[in-house]
C-alpha cells in the first residue's frame, strides 16, 4: 500500500509467492527472488534471510510490476529474460533493472523511515 499511494502505479497488485528453497545459500549468486511479467508474480525466497533483506527484494520485483503494468516491457525484451546475462547485454533491460535498484532501495527507506 505504501508504494501505491505514493505514486507507484500497481494495482492490479502482483501475486506473491514464498518460497523456502535453500539452495541459495551455498551460491552467493544465486536468486533471493523474481518476478514474471507474463504472470505478474513475484517470487521471493524466505528461508534463512534477513526479514529487511526480504523486503528490499520484495520493493525490486514491486518496481519490475509497475514497469510491466506502465508497458516498459516489451515482448521482444521478455523473450531476452532466460539470459543470465540480459541486464548486461540489453540496454532497455539494462535501464528496467537500474531503475528497479534505484526506486525499490528508495521506497525501501521511505516506508522504513515513516515505520520507525
Known amino acids: 500500500e505504501f508504494m501505491d499511494k505514493s505514486g507507484t502505479k ?8 514464498f518460497s523456502k528453497d535453500d539452495s541459495f545459500k551455498n551460491d552467493p549468486m544465486g536468486k533471493t527472488a523474481w518476478y514474471s511479467p507474463e504472470t505478474k508474480e513475484v517470487t521471493l525466497i524466505t528461508e534463512g534471510r534477513h526479514p529487511k533483506d526480504i523486503l528490499r527484494s520484495a520493493a525490486h520485483e514491486l518496481i519490475h510490476h509497475a514497469q510491466n503494468l506502465a508497458g516498459k516491457m516489451s515482448s521482444e525484451n521478455l523473450a531476452k529474460l ?29 516506508w522504513e523511515d515513516g515505520y520507525k
Open 10 to 17: 500497481l494495482r492490479p497488485y502482483p501475486k506473491f509467492n
Open 82 to 110: 532466460a539470459d543470465p546475462q540480459y541486464a548486461q547485454k540489453n540496454e532497455s533491460l539494462n535501464e528496467l533493472e537500474k531503475e528497479a535498484y534505484l526506486l525499490g532501495n528508495i521506497k525501501m527507506r521511505e
